[in-house]
């Protein structure tokens, strides 16, 4: 039984082998300098440029994403991190900075960069994100059933 059913799949595998072989044989044909298509052909210039920029599109669009979530920046190495921050206005930040064990409080504006405080006592860094992440705010209105 076993013998024979593998039979069947060999013979099975030989029909769509041949099968294929003969609709490349087809293609192959057709697809020859002799039928009078060019490899060089302007549709086939613009599939390629085409799909060119769609690759350079989505490689850009992942470096912006990125960039927004905070993920693309370089380590420092001498232990600088933004504890937070916080939009003054259309351009203004405030952010807290900690550099070793110092912290510190720098206004950022558009082409200036100024220290407001130094922290006397430094602040706990927190622990979990206030409202929770993405991840966690949507399970908690998905098991709330959806309701805010």
């Not at 927004?68 to 420092?76: D, H, L, P, V």
């Not at 912290?103 to 082409?111: E, I, N, S, T």
């Amino acid at each position: 039984m076993f013998q024979a059913m593998q039979y069947r799949m060999i013979m099975l595998a030989g029909t769509f082998m041949s099968a294929s072989v003969y609709a490349d044989d087809k293609v192959a044909s057709a697809t020859t300098p002799a039928s009078g298509t060019n490899p060089m052909a302007v549709s086939n210039l613009w599939q390629l440029t085409l799909g060119m920029v769609v690759v350079l599109a989505i490689m850009l669009g992942l470096a912006w994403i990125l960039k927004r979530t905070g993920k693309f920046q370089m380590a420092a190495g001498g232990g600088l991190k933004i504890l937070g921050g916080l939009s003054i206005g259309s351009r203004e930040r405030v952010v807290l900075l900690q550099v070793g064990e110092t912290q510190l409080l720098v206004g950022v504006a558009p082409g200036q960069v100024r220290s407001l405080h130094v922290l006397d006592r430094p602040l706990e860094a927190p622990t979990q994100m206030r409202g929770g992440g993405f991840s966690e705010q949507l399970g908690r209105m998905m098991g709330k059933g959806g309701a805010p």
